[in-house]
């Protein structure tokens, strides 16, 4: 039996091991030219959506399908709010026995806390990591060992920042893939939309051809002749890409 954690960091050299691993039961252990045989069965674990990996070329589609046998999904805690006043006193015991000493709320802040924990305003976006992080920080702060309401205050604004600061546009991120920041600055806001889904299928694409198939899809049945490669090949150099420059980012 074989746990791999955050399978969806694999590179794509690692992803091909791995496949044929699976396949063949067969793989070359680190520094050895000696290939080794295994019959294991493969437990994955991943924080990321790796049908979205696939669409954007971070993530081999025949490896996801080899191993999307069943799949079971964890909730995030934003979703578990039954489970936010539990783990606050486990993250003070823990405490407490790392230091020798218990850190406590008083009545009014441990209520503001949790009523924001479990509010809409509470992103937990790393999970239980945020909700570690935040009751250390908060009992490394408390005076004479007492969190109070000024000290939850302060926590919960330094989350929303941080938070705010963490929230980032699918389709920006899209294109600083593909393009230089000074090329993303000069385009119209149409043309950004536009240009991040075309990358978006090209880099889902095995071919100029077949990426140009799948965008001229409904237009090409209107024309008597249609090359659909030539009128990608042309949009793209627009932007000054190159479906060659594409498939190496791609890579990379």
Known sequence: MLFLDEIGELGADEQAMLLRALEEKAFLPVGSDREARSDF???AGTNRDLAHAVTAG?????????????TFRLPGLRER????????????DQ??????????????ARAAFLRFAASTDAKWTANFRDFNAAIIRMATLAPGGRVTTAVVEDEIARLN??????VSDPIEDRL????????????????????AEVLRVCAAAASLSDAGRTLFAVSRERRT???????????????????????ERRRG
């Open 41 to 43: 069965q493969l437990i």
């Open 58 to 70: 971070r993530f081999r589609d025949d490896l996801l399908a080899r191993i999307n046998l069943w």
């Open 81 to 92: 709010a039954e489970d936010l006043e539990p783990n606050l006193d486990y993250e003070l």
């Open 95 to 108: 405490w407490a026995a790392r230091h020798g000493s218990r850190v406590t709320f008083n009545k009014e």
């Open 161 to 166: 920042a941080q938070w705010t600061a963490a």
């Open 176 to 195: 600083r893939r593909f393009l230089e920041p000074d090329r993303i600055t000069a385009l119209d806001r149409f043309d950004r939309v536009q240009l």
């Open 225 to 247: 002749t249609s090359n659909d490669a030539d009128r990608l090949r042309k949009y793209l150099a627009r932007f000054g890409l190159t479906w060659s420059g594409i498939a």
